[in-house]
């Protein structure tokens, strides 16, 4: 009886015959069968809030499920929460936007966000799973060598080399008969380092760990001479920047040299939050002069050379040697952040050279 009365007062209804709005009609009754499923990932930039929102956005529209404006507001609060929690958390950190279709009749999407992260020793974990070696070029630093080489006999040089890697600076200079002690936090490439030192018979003490750790302790004035390459581009402010340097000014005898690579900007070049987040995500973290001068500042350092670190190694390197890796070079002129082939960018890694006072 019910049915009656409903097809009854159905037939009441004007009669649609517009080929148009029967359309529409179809449509609808298709797109409650249409699924969508997927998701985004997003490394955890807090000042890409926008063009991520947007991206998300666009692609909702085009699966038919556009954006509610009430929904929009929500979901940039909650993004902006995940970003912002994920890049404290680790430059490395991604943020994963799930979306499905919800059950019909309705038409809309259903959104999950989650964080997800790693740190930089797992991350270098996957190089050695999936590169070929050397993961950071077949000779040592050129600039270390011949800095080295001016303090004196092998013999009666103790060298700290923080961030050894798989030993590219370690094992050369101890083959040479310099006492080296490595540094390394990637438990892998402290691994293969040990095996290379006990294979070789080397002066080589390896410690695997963060140099920045309270817990980790070096000797005081012990060692002539301490190498940070490709180090500093790890760390995330200038509190580590200084932090590190403290250390290395107690581990160092007096007169003893501290040589380490960073990225600095060019001219009057001042980078943003975006900049310096993106430099991060990089593994390209970068100062202004004036920060690391603040950073050196009251410390018993004198600054002897800044030399950009391209040039150097280009012009040093034996022949062959260079590039040291595919990627190095890209890298060490700052467009690994600014991706640019016909432009010069506003920072560059350099050799900078201290003398414990």
Same mark, same amino acid.
């Given at each position: ?12 209804? @004007? ?5 148009? $709005? ?23 930039? /807090? ?5 991520? *929102? ?24 909650? *993004? ?15 943020? $994963? ?7 019909? /009749? ?16 797992? !991350? ?67 691994? !293969?380092? =040990? ?7 080397? /002066? ?14 070096? =000797?005081?004035?012990?060692? !002539? ?21 403290? =250390? ?9 040299? *501290? ?11 001042? @980078?943003?939050?975006?900049?310096? !987040?993106?430099?991060?995500?990089? +593994? ?39 590039? @040291? ?5 890209? +890298? ?20 900078? *050279?201290?003398?414990?006072?």
């Amino acid at each position: 009886m019910g049915a009656e009365s409903t097809i009854d007062q159905t037939e009441k209804l @004007p009669l649609v015959v517009n080929p148009d $709005i029967l359309q529409q009609a179809i449509l609808y009754k298709i797109n409650t069968r249409i699924n969508a499923r997927g998701e985004l990932v997003f490394p955890c930039i /807090p000042g890409m809030l926008s063009h991520y *929102l947007k991206s998300i956005e666009k692609l909702f529209s085009t699966l038919d499920r556009p954006l509610p404006e009430d929904r929009r507001d929500e979901l940039s609060k909650l *993004l902006a929460t995940k970003l912002e929690q994920g890049y404290r958390t680790s430059t490395a950190s991604m943020l $994963i936007l799930q979306y499905e279709s919800v059950q019909p /009749p309705q038409t809309g999407l259903a959104c999950k966000v989650i964080v997800t992260t790693s740190t930089v020793g797992e !991350q270098y974990k996957s190089w050695v799973d999936t590169r070929e070696p050397p993961l950071f070029g077949s000779h040592p630093d050129a600039k270390l060598m011949t800095t080295a080489a001016k303090l004196g006999t092998p013999d009666r040089v103790r060298i700290l080399d923080v961030g050894a890697g798989t030993g590219r600076n370690t094992l050369p200079l101890a083959r040479l008969g310099y006492s080296v002690d490595a540094i390394e936090l990637t438990p892998a490439f402290a691994e !293969q380092l =040990k095996a290379a030192v006990t294979a070789e018979n080397l /002066p080589v003490t390896v410690t695997e760990g963060d140099v920045l750790d309270p817990l980790m302790r070096m =000797k005081p004035a012990r060692y !002539q001479l301490a190498v940070a390459a490709e180090v500093i581009s790890h760390f995330r402010d200038s509190d580590q920047v200084r932090l590190f340097l403290a =250390k290395m000014c107690d581990s160092l005898s007096p007169g003893g040299l *501290l040589l380490f690579s960073t990225f600095l900007t060019v001219g009057d070049y001042q @980078p943003d939050a975006l900049v310096r !987040q993106v430099a991060q995500l990089s +593994w390209s973290t970068l100062f202004t002069p004036q920060e690391l001068a603040t950073a050196m500042e009251g410390l018993p350092l004198v600054q002897i050379s800044d030399e950009l670190v391209f040039e150097y190694e280009r012009h040093h390197l034996p022949e062959g040697a260079w590039p @040291p890796t595919p990627w190095f070079s890209s +890298w060490a002129t700052g467009r690994d952040v600014f991706p640019m082939a016909n432009a010069r960018p506003p920072m560059e890694l350099r050799w900078i *050279l201290c003398r414990r006072s």
